[in-house]
T-cell receptor
Framework: DTGVSQDPRHKITKRGQNVTFRCDPI?????LYWYRQTLGQGPEFLTY????????KSRLLSNRFSAERPKGSFSTLEIQRTEQGDSAMYLC?????????????FGEGSRLTVL | GESVGLHLPTLSVQEGDNSIINCAYS??????FIWYKQESGKGPQFIID?????DKRQGQRVTVLLNKTVKHLSLQIAATQPGDSAVYFC??????????FGKGTMLLVSP
């Protein structure tokens, strides 16, 4: 399977714990995106990388959230001191190098439940 | 900023009917639009896209129409099948900006 893969698919944690999600994009894609999706809503943009550079961050990305893409390949999204409001599906997507915004290829998501 | 929304939260159709899902956007500078299908527990899956220099684009059983005058786009699905049941999202972007998604419409296809 050469699509976008995310791990873990499901994570249940207690409030206050830290969690980390990993995303492996399509190998030839240099752009990587993180979105968050809550029930009944569309995906909300969190952050975006071009290669290893984090080019854009949403105001939704509080200081408890940090994302990295150290070698321009896989990315991690860490949430520190989780809160119940962090419960959501965290989606990763990647796209190619074409001009402007293009099709995003999404992974299956990592569902976070904070108890 | 970009704001993209949908008119109908749920659309119920009979198998074989044509379905039309609508979407309004607020940013007149948006120049790229895309429709995604999302099945329960899965990530969004690309259906079709359109750039603002076009007003219609057709795919396999799907057609996207863009009306820039009223900032509206629609997704038409011909001969809707039970496998088309899912939530459909429109998303838009301006230039090099990231995609902004609407809320979604659930399509329910009954046999």
């Amino acid at each position: 399977d050469t699509g976008v893969s995310q791990d873990p698919r499901h994570k249940i944690t207690k409030r206050g714990q830290n969690v980390t999600f990993r995303c492996d994009p399509i190998s030839e894609h240099n752009r990587l995106y993180w979105y968050r999706q809550t029930l009944g809503q569309g995906p909300e943009f969190l952050t975006y990388f071009q290669n290893e550079a984090q080019l854009e961050k949403s105001r939704l990305l509080s200081n408890r959230f940090s994302a990295e893409r150290p070698k321009g390949s896989f990315s991690t999204l860490e949430i520190q001191r989780t809160e119940q409001g962090d419960s959501a599906m965290y989606l990763c997507a990647s796209s190619g190098t074409g001009k402007g915004t293009g099709e995003l290829f999404f992974g299956e998501g990592s569902r976070l439940t904070v108890l | 900023g970009e704001s993209v929304g949908l008119h109908l939260p749920t659309l119920s159709v009979q198998e074989g009917d044509n379905s039309i899902i609508n979407c309004a956007y607020s940013n007149s500078a948006s120049d790229y639009f895309i429709w995604y299908k999302q099945e329960s527990g899965k990530g969004p899956q690309f259906i079709i896209d359109i750039r603002s220099n076009m007003d219609k684009r057709q795919g396999q059983r799907v057609t996207v129409l863009l009306n820039k005058t009223v900032k509206h786009l629609s997704l038409q699905i011909a001969a809707t099948q039970p496998g088309d049941s899912a939530v459909y999202f429109c998303a838009g972007a301006e230039g090099y900006s990231t995609l902004t998604f609407g809320k979604g419409t659930m399509l329910l296809v009954s046999p």
